[in-house]
């Protein structure tokens, strides 16, 4: 009953949210003059705070799939309030994937449609509705609409339509602004999870995730003040645009539908954009497999929990190192190469875990594991930029992040099953390395990211919703 | 216009992902069967044996598929909805 009743009061503050749209609309617009007159000291540029904005919003996004790993323990408890089995909540958390996968691309065409910053301001109403819903959790059918759905749409939006607008902040060094980006937001998750173990186990349920959904949808929505879509939203060029590169593209409602759905026409005609998302699985569906049971694994070689829990610390410790540096490189040495050799090492550092017995064996491999891991996935914006320029984005990086969910969807299916039919841990961890080893080959089918795939999309556009309109000297050549 | 090519490598991946959740899932299902005919064999009450049925009519004890025919479909309570599914669509369970 309680639960209906914030639902209701919930889908209330939804709808009043989305009735002062206009109201919300002009004062957004008033914002963004404002800042635009005002400079930031020392010359930085706004794409920095740009970035610091994202990986608060990372960092809050990311509790909700962290929170996955932290709930096990009270929802399965069989003397608290739920004690529901471990393979239910599988099946929350398998519904919370897919219908990630499902909305990714949606939630990215939506950014490019209406831009960033009203997603994150949807994403915050939704994130803080979300978790405090969560917190009224009683029954199952209320654990899958609220996790299973409700946060995995919130996570789509704050994950996708965010980061990829990332993109149109750097004309160059979008590999250094993205590895920040990345490398913050795995700093503030090794610091968040142990806080919401911490909360869970003093303040109880209800309270931490109504403290957690208030605290962080409040943050999210105060953000949205300081974002903007565009840096000529403010005045700005793109950090690192030169007067030799191309003006930046009209903005208007109508002609960015058309750049859009131009764009996508052409993407899809590249081999990439099927492999990337395929890769992104792949790559996933290898390290979610190991993320998921490396403690279980590690207690049945005979550590005891606290100590197999160091694992996942020093895979997210480590992780930071390869998600600042990964991007960075690839910008540098090719995306291909590096992607490449992150799911490599990915791969081939499980090999040590068949032989693994001591306590150091398993830190050793944490550390190895953690290099690989944390590079595997961070070179997406950049890779989206070598190949397909500097179109809208969304769309494009929504169907990698679909890829990424199903991978990890998968994983939750088949390591559940392998593990209940063999009994033990070596099929599922065969089957991590064959799932990193098989991204790998289709890295190797890419194409070189030496130029651009889609150079001349813009031609099929209007000559209006060009980024460098056509001269009718060049037109005619 | 470039024409479009074939993402082969994206539709093996994934062709190869669903069989393998297919067979692994059809195992499942089976070994969950299997355990529960043993068990039934025990003497264990709630549900139809079908390893005692073929085994009363003196012949050989029903593999997953035989069972599965021999109940025209009336699984209920012996295999989830899942386990079904993934038994029919599985051509080695």
Redesign the interface.
Known sequence: MTFTGVAVFASGILLIALAIVPEVNRRLREDTLRLGAMRLPWGLHYCWIVVAILAVVQVLATSISMAAGILLPPLTDPGGDFGWSIGTIGAGIATYYLVGALFAPISGALGDRYGARRMMLAGGILYGASMVLLGFVSNLWQFFIVYGCMLAVTQSISMVPLMASISGWFRRRLGMGTGILWAAGGIGTAILAPFMGFLLEEAGWQATFWSIGIFGGCIIMILTTLLRNHPSDIGLKPYGATSADPPPAPRNLDLERVRTKVFNQHI????A???L??IH??GC?GHGLVLVYSIPFAVEQGMTLTSAAVILTIVSLVSIVSRLTTPMLAEYYGTRKIMATCLFVQGATVFILFWAQDLWAFYLFAALFGLGFGGEWTGYLVINRQYFGNGPMGSCYGWQMTGALMGHA?TT??GG??I??TGSYEMMLALSIVFSF?GV??IM?LESTSRVLIPDWELSLPPEARSAPVRAASAAD | MKSVPLPISFFVVVIVTLALIVFFGAWAASADLEERNRALSFGVPGGVSFEAKGSSDGEEPLGIREAFAASNGNFESDSSWWGKSFLKACPFH
Request: glycine share 8%.
């Open positions: 899809r005609r590249t081999r954009f099927w492999n998302p395929t699985g792949l569906a998968v299916v088949i099953l392998l209940y039919l098989g080959v289709v089918l």
